[in-house]
């Protein structure tokens, strides 16, 4: 199992992003995709997870109206849209398999992507 987050970089607040989670070695469409943060000196915290119905579970209200998530069952990679960035949002994002339902992580997670949102 491998999975590759990718997309990250530095932006104003209010800019946008998009992150991409490549992925292989699984069936793609039995699982669901979860993105994960870790600002600094934090703890990694989940944020969203989209099953593959497309069904979302957001797990932090303050990125609500603001991040969206897709999937590409075509090309098994996942999409974290990101809008309205703010400087809280700065963090290494990280994405990994979860149980069908936006359960348990897999515990497979590939290397992070860096967004910084400063002005």
């Known amino acids: 199992v491998q999975l590759q987050a990718s997309g990250g970089g530095s932006v104003q607040p209010g800019g946008s992003l998009r992150l991409s989670c490549a992925t292989s070695?699984?069936?793609?469409?039995?699982?669901?995709i979860g993105w994960f943060r870790q600002a600094p000196g934090k703890k990694r915290e989940p944020i969203l997870c989209i099953r593959a119905s497309g069904d979302i579970t957001y797990y932090v209200d303050s990125v609500r109206g603001r991040f969206a998530l897709s999937r590409d069952s075509a090309n098994n990679t996942a999409y974290l849209h990101m809008n309205s960035l703010k400087p809280e949002d700065t963090a290494v994002y990280y994405c990994t398999t979860q149980s069908p339902a936006c359960g348990a992580p897999s515990g497979y997670w590939g290397q992070g992507t860096l967004v910084t949102v400063s002005s």
């Open positions: 070695g699984f069936t793609f469409d039995h699982y669901a």
